[in-house]
């Protein structure tokens, strides 16, 4: 992948907790404690998140994740089910992160241990363009492939720290309805529907 192929980055996220990123930015898992944001993280995903250190950098849990493909596994799975459409967000956040300090790409899912982690600018050149952002990751009869594309599709821009709220360009949701009411109701949010990043 090429840094052109990149146009945005993918933060997910309650809506209950856009007032406060735009207002403070996008947090890491540590930074953020302190504001008690709504999680819809799976706890024991967390668990082995806490666990993992970047190579040469800090705890998993001290950096931001941004996908490069919010469309993904974890994204199903939250969404999935009983689930409400209308308290997930995905933030849209400028690629103009990849210019800062010490950030990490991870080519998969950053908790898996078949992942590598390499700078961030010269490691989209590791990244499969057409894998990552793949209609679907399913290969029938297949699980080995299966699990591999799952994680390859979750490969995450680490950003130590913080975001800035102004590198956030946008929000996407599932429905013409929930952007209206985001919208109207969140300072600054700029809501847009897309059914397809919401597997509608």
Same mark, same amino acid.
């Given at each position: 992948?090429?840094?052109?192929?990149?146009?945005?980055?993918?933060?997910?996220?309650?809506?209950?907790?856009?007032?406060?990123?735009?207002?403070?930015?996008?947090?890491?898992?540590?930074?953020?404690?302190?504001?008690?944001?709504?999680?819809?993280?799976?706890?024991?995903?967390?668990?082995?998140?806490?666990?993992?250190?970047?190579?040469?950098?800090?705890?998993?849990?001290?950096?931001?994740?941004?996908?490069?493909?919010?469309?993904?596994?974890?994204?199903?799975?939250?969404?999935?089910?009983?689930?409400?459409?209308?308290?997930?967000?995905?933030?849209?956040?400028?690629?103009?992160?990849?210019?800062?300090?010490?950030?990490?790409?991870?080519?998969?899912?950053?908790?898996?241990? $078949?992942?590598?982690?390499?700078?961030?600018?010269?490691? =989209?050149?590791?990244? #499969?363009? !057409? @894998? /990552?952002? $793949?209609?679907?990751?399913?290969?029938?009869?297949?699980? =080995?492939?299966?699990? #591999?594309? !799952? @994680? /390859?599709?979750?490969?995450?821009?680490?950003?130590?720290?913080?975001?800035?709220?102004?590198?956030?360009?946008?929000?996407?949701?599932?429905?013409?309805?929930?952007?209206?009411?985001?919208?109207?109701?969140?300072?600054?949010?700029?809501?847009?529907?897309?059914?397809?990043?919401?597997?509608?």
């Amino acid at each position: 992948m090429e840094r052109a192929d990149l146009t945005e980055l993918h933060y997910i996220c309650h809506a209950d907790n856009l007032p406060s990123i735009l207002a403070n930015g996008i947090l890491s898992h540590q930074r953020a404690k302190r504001h008690r944001p709504t999680s819809i993280a799976d706890e024991d995903v967390q668990a082995r998140r806490s666990e993992k250190s970047v190579p040469r950098g800090q705890p998993l849990h001290n950096y931001v994740n941004l996908y490069l493909n919010a469309r993904n596994p974890m994204l199903y799975r939250i969404t999935e089910g009983a689930r409400n459409f209308a308290d997930i967000c995905v933030l849209s956040v400028s690629t103009s992160v990849l210019d800062l300090t010490d950030v990490v790409l991870a080519d998969g899912n950053a908790a898996s241990a $078949a992942t590598a982690f390499r700078p961030a600018l010269s490691g =989209l050149s590791a990244i #499969e363009r !057409k @894998r /990552v952002f $793949a209609r679907y990751w399913t290969h029938h009869g297949d699980p =080995l492939a299966e699990a #591999e594309h !799952k @994680r /390859v599709m979750c490969a995450e821009i680490l950003v130590p720290g913080a975001v800035d709220a102004a590198m956030i360009k946008g929000v996407y949701v599932a429905s013409n309805e929930v952007a209206a009411s985001i919208s109207a109701n969140v300072a600054n949010a700029r809501a847009t529907a897309t059914k397809y990043l919401f597997f509608r």
